[in-house]
Nanobody, 126 residues
Framework: QVQLVESGGGLVQAGGSLRLSCAAS????????MGWFRQPPGKEREFVAA????????AYADSVKGRFTISRDNAKDTAYLQMNSLKPEDTAVYCC???????????????????WGQGTQVTVSS
């Protein structure tokens, strides 16, 4: 198991930016794909972005394409989610997750992830 801790959430006005961080510990971070998911108030959890273990390929939900960027720094055992041009509908609890298996391309299905962080709240005001 890997332990994941998110940070960087907060309150921001529409059009603003935030960068979320996900610090990992407990296993070889660099061998696992990472993902970000979010759960808006009163709604189901949804996929946001994912990155392969190498960092060479990424995937995004249509709702965030062109605005969000996922990245990773394997030397720091940390994944990031840069969020620009934020909208009120981006308000949610954001969680990072680590793939269940090593050395795979990026995954977009929550069932493929075996470790989850506690989440960080992002609130975008209009």
């Amino acid at each position: 198991q890997v332990q994941l801790v998110e940070s960087g959430g907060g309150l921001v006005q529409a059009g603003g930016s935030l960068r979320l961080s996900c610090a990992a510990s407990g296993r070889t971070f660099s061998r696992y794909g990472m993902g970000w998911f979010r759960q808006p108030p009163g709604k189901e959890r949804e996929f946001v972005a994912a990155i392969s273990w190498t960092g060479g390929t990424t995937a995004y939900a249509d709702s965030v394409k062109g605005r969000f960027t996922i990245s990773r720094d394997n030397a720091k055992d940390t994944a990031y989610l840069q969020m620009n041009s934020l909208k009120p509908e981006d308000t949610a609890v954001y969680c990072c997750a680590a793939d269940r298996s090593m050395l795979r391309s990026e995954r977009t299905n929550a069932a493929d992830f075996g470790s989850w962080g506690q989440g960080t709240q992002v609130t975008v005001s209009s």
